[in-house]
């Protein structure tokens, strides 16, 4: 079965200044995986996926994700955040064969301060 | 990109009463449509799993008979919460995938259900 753990609950940062949010993932098969954004009272947005090919992936709003296969993780990072980043972060992952149920992450609540 | 539309986006309902959500994928067929609840502060706990045209695939610990699904389109699905507890108020949000999506699924912006 797959599991994904987010390491990080919650994660203050100042306005301007990089981020970085930690995914890990178990499974003993290949997965795609997905970072999810969202904001208040709302559905989710995908931000970035990986499926294949190149290991660093780039999303929208200026995120990018590396997914390294020998730590079984897949970090978001973005270089410079504003306010607007305010929000739940979610990692998730299905594996290839699993009929696309995704499992999530508990969640990173990012807070950015001006 | 795809949208998928859910209505109500908030709903009161007494205790005892049942309530339906509907989920619509508006610009693509979806061929498989997801149910999610999530609690405040908490993460996405899959409910189950529809293909339209045939029975949901209910995850360990939700009641069937509780939470109705009916994938009747390739462009709707409903998930009727029968006889609500304040238990059961909660946050449900729908995602959908078709072949045009791929693997990818596209979510609903959520209902707010509030049992009293």
């Known amino acids: 079965a797959q599991s994904v753990t987010q390491l990080d609950s919650q994660v203050p940062v100042f306005e301007e200044a990089p981020v970085e949010l930690r995914c890990n993932y178990s499974s003993s098969v290949s997965v795609y995986l997905f970072w999810y954004v969202q904001y208040p009272n709302q559905g989710l947005q995908l931000l970035l996926k990986y499926l294949s090919g190149s290991t660093l992936v780039k999303g929208i709003n200026g995120f990018e994700a590396e997914f390294n296969k020998s730590q079984t993780s897949f970090h978001l990072r973005k270089p410079s955040v504003h306010i607007s980043d305010t929000a739940e972060y979610f990692c998730a992952v299905t594996e290839k064969a699993a009929g696309n149920k995704l499992t999530f992450g508990g969640g990173t609540r990012v807070l950015v301060k001006p | 990109g795809a949208v998928v539309s859910q209505h109500p986006s908030r709903v009161i309902c007494k205790s005892g009463t049942s309530v339906k959500i509907e989920c619509r994928s508006l610009?693509?067929?979806?061929?498989?449509m997801f149910w999610y609840r999530q609690f405040p502060k908490q993460s996405l706990m899959l409910m189950a799993t529809s293909n339209e045209g045939s029975k949901a695939t209910y995850e360990q610990g939700v009641e069937k008979d509780k939470f109705l699904i009916n994938h009747a389109s390739l462009t709707l699905s409903t998930l009727t919460v029968t006889s609500a507890h304040p238990e059961d108020s909660s946050f449900y949000i729908c995602?959908?995938?078709?072949?045009?999506?791929?693997?990818?699924?596209?979510f609903g912006p959520g209902t707010r259900l509030t049992v009293t």
């Open positions: 995602s959908a995938r078709g072949r045009r999506t791929g693997y990818e699924q596209y």
């Open positions: 610009d693509f067929q979806a061929t498989t």
